[in-house]
């Protein structure tokens, strides 16, 4: 597949891990969080860099970009699909797997991460899709089991070895600190060992099954 490209209307660049080149699994990571200082955005930004090797990471700008869902506008024939909904799913679709970190808020998910959820139920794009659930803190316990309930509904497939908790120190750790934290580091990065080994093993599944 080609690798997720940047948003073109999101005013901020889609990160990608590099290089690119030779690279067999792409992965697209989302996170719920909207705060410019977000440790759960942090996590998924150590993970562009951190991509092992023929593995991309490319870091979605931010599900602010999206209107209200309106199941209204998602008729079958596409017609008014927002673009940002549309770009939002062509990304999806290119990935060969998802990385999705979120904060939680009063026992649930952030109404504007829930909001993109709501934009893929409607997809072809998500169903059957390998993504790993991640999160920077044990204590979101309401918002994991929350995600994996709508992720199970929508016929994701959540890979287990691949969806840990990294545990931040502190939540104003950035990536750079993340990616200087040895502990850190090597279980981010077998966390994405381990979801790109899922994506080849189904890969080389189906091609036997043809
Ligand atoms: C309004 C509000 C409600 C929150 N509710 C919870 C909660 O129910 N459970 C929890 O573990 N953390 C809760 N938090 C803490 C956030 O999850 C925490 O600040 C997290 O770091 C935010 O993620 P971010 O750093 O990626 O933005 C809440 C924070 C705010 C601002």
Do not use: C
Not at 23 to 35: E, P, T, Y
Not at 112 to 141: C, H, I, Q, Y
């Amino acid at each position: 597949m080609d690798a997720p490209h940047a948003l073109s209307r999101a005013g901020s660049q889609t990160r990608h891990s590099m290089p690119a080149s030779g690279a067999d699994v792409h992965l697209l990571a989302i996170s719920g969080s909207l705060r410019a200082g977000s440790s759960n955005t942090a996590l998924l930004t150590a993970a562009v860099r951190l991509a092992p090797p023929r593995v991309t990471v490319a870091l979605y700008p931010s599900v602010a970009v999206l209107p209200h869902f309106d199941p209204e506008l998602d008729a079958p024939d596409g017609g008014r699909l927002p673009d940002q909904v549309a770009e939002l799913r062509k990304l999806v679709g290119r990935a060969d797997g998802l990385l999705l970190s979120t904060p939680e808020y009063a026992h649930g998910l952030p109404g504007a991460f829930k909001n993109a959820l709501d934009w893929l139920v409607g997809s072809v794009e998500l169903p059957g899709k390998a993504v790993a659930v991640m999160s920077p803190t044990a204590r979101s316990v309401h918002a994991q089991a929350q995600l994996r309930e709508v992720l199970t509904t929508m016929s994701a497939r959540i890979v287990e070895r691949a969806s840990v908790v990294v545990p931040l120190a502190s939540r104003a750790m950035d990536a750079d600190d993340i990616v200087a934290d040895q502990t850190l580091a090597v279980a981010l990065r077998s966390a994405l060992a381990a979801i790109a080994a899922d994506v080849r093993s189904m890969r080389r599944s189906d091609v036997r099954a043809r």
